[in-house]
C-alpha cells in the first residue's frame, strides 16, 4: 500500500496489518495472526504472512490450501453447440 509506512510510527504504535484481496484466492494477511471461528475456535499462525481461505474448499481451514485452483469461475457461460446447416447427414 503506497500510503501505509514501513516500519513502526514514531509514537511507538504499530503500522496497520496489511491484508491482499484476490477475487480468484485467498486474504493474504502479515502475520502473525489469530482467526477467531464462529464457533468461538482459535488458529493461530506465526508466519509472517498468512493465506486465509475464502472459498471454504480448504481441508486446513481457515488457512488456504489452494483448492480454490480448481473449482474456478467461469468468465462467461459456455454457448450451446450450434447446429450443422443444411439439415442433412
Known sequence: MPN???HPRRDGAERPRRI????E???LI???VEVVADDGTVAVSDRFVVAVCTC????TYPWCDTSHRGHRRRARPESPP???EGGGA
Not at 471454504?56 to 481441508?59: Q, T
Request: no cysteine; aromatic share 0%; net charge positive.
Open 30 to 32: 502479515e502475520g502473525p
Open 82 to 84: 450450434r447446429e450443422r
Open 56 to 59: 471454504r474448499r480448504s481441508r
Open 4 to 6: 501505509a509506512p514501513e
Open 25 to 27: 484466492g485467498p486474504l
Open 20 to 23: 491482499v484481496v484476490d477475487r
